[in-house]
């Protein structure tokens, strides 16, 4: 009687609480404290975090005050990854454009490219049609250049993993080839599983 | 017999408890040059407190600001830890514009952060744009 009366009781219970633990489909905001938190892999919170932290370095920096046409105007070369994820770097570096543009101290350019074809192939096209009708260069060269990489470490001890996830930028003036600015922005996640929240 | 049981277990229960606990607890030492060269800007803060148990565990000692050569606002917080464990907690900056308009920006983020016991220290952030005027941090504990 009391064997039946205790069964009965956890398929009651234990459907409740499994189902308790399960959330709903619901918005977060972007890279806020409600943001999931993987160990192994970057999050967007991440590439939010190194994009403002490299930013405001590069604008405190003050190397972009110093071009003598002001806003300076930024090419954007390679960006390696060499993390264990396939991950699209234009979710740093495109974040670092739209705050640049937005500070008013540099603009990037969509026409330069290495390799493929350009940013906005359109524009490049009709840049290249004005260039040979008017017989002269129309487009303003890149004043810098912006490369960089980024770096996972990986390390586990027992159940509890650590992941470095290291973003590396260089600013290079063409005509020089020197690094005139240099930023990395670390971040360091660890744990025995992902999370939901900071 | 029942005093036997519950003995061993309430020994075993006690150490568990305090090793527990122990490793929990974390403080911090420093050292800085006592005659200082630099001389902060500080700024009369106005506070709004909604989570009374976070205030009161990383407390705000100071706000200074400083305007960059570049024309940025750079803001500087110094927090202390008035507990003996580690803190963890979050935080965000807001921009206003001279209208005091919210500066909506690409990279905002929530920053994770973490304080340990008797720790002070600071966190800085710098405005967008130039246009930013004015500004406000918002901090918020952590749930992991």
């Given at each position: 009687m009391k064997k039946n009366l205790l069964l009965s009781l956890a398929a009651t219970v234990l459907p409740l609480a499994i189902g308790g633990c399960a959330t709903k489909a619901h918005y977060v905001q972007t890279g806020g404290n409600q943001s999931i938190v993987s160990?192994?892999?970057?999050?967007i919170q991440d590439y939010t975090q190194a994009a403002s932290t490299m930013t405001s370095e590069l604008l405190a920096s003050g190397v972009l005050d110093k071009v003598p046409n002001p806003p300076a105007i930024l090419a954007i070369s390679r960006i390696i990854n060499n993390t264990g994820?396939?991950?699209d770097t234009d979710l740093l570096t495109k974040k670092i454009r739209v705050a640049l543009l937005q500070s008013g101290k540099a603009l990037t350019t969509t026409t330069f490219t290495i390799g493929g074809p350009a940013e906005d192939p359109m524009a490049q096209a009709l840049q290249q049609q004005n260039q040979a009708r008017l017989?002269?260069?129309t487009a303003r060269t890149p004043d810098f250049t912006l490369s960089g990489k980024i770096i996972q470490t990986a390390v586990k001890e027992g159940s509890t993993s650590q992941s470095t996830f290291s973003f590396q930028l260089s600013l290079t003036d063409p005509n020089s080839g020197l690094a005139v600015w240099e930023g990395e922005k670390e971040i360091t996640k660890q744990g025995g599983?992902?999370?939901v929240g900071f | 017999m029942k005093t036997r049981i519950f003995l061993p277990l309430a020994a075993v229960g006690l150490t568990a408890g305090l090793i527990a606990v122990s490793g929990c607890k974390t403080s911090m030492n420093s050292v800085e040059n006592a005659q200082k060269t630099g001389q902060r800007q500080m700024v009369t803060d106005q506070r709004v407190i909604t989570d009374r148990s976070l205030a009161k565990k990383v407390s705000i000692v100071g706000v200074n600001q400083v305007i960059t050569p570049g024309g940025f606002l750079k803001v500087q917080i110094e927090l202390l830890n008035t507990t003996?464990?580690?803190?963890s907690f979050s935080y965000k900056f807001e921009w206003f514009d001279a209208n005091g308009m919210l500066?909506?920006?690409a990279a905002m983020p929530t920053y994770p952060d973490e304080i340990q016991g008797g720790e002070d220290k600071f966190i800085?952030?710098?405005?967008p744009t130039p246009a930013s005027k004015d500004f406000r941090v918002k901090f918020i504990a952590n749930i992991n």
């Open positions: 160990i192994g892999a970057i999050n994820q396939q991950i017989n002269q260069m599983r992902g999370s | 003996r464990s580690p803190q500066l909506n920006s800085t952030g710098q405005s």
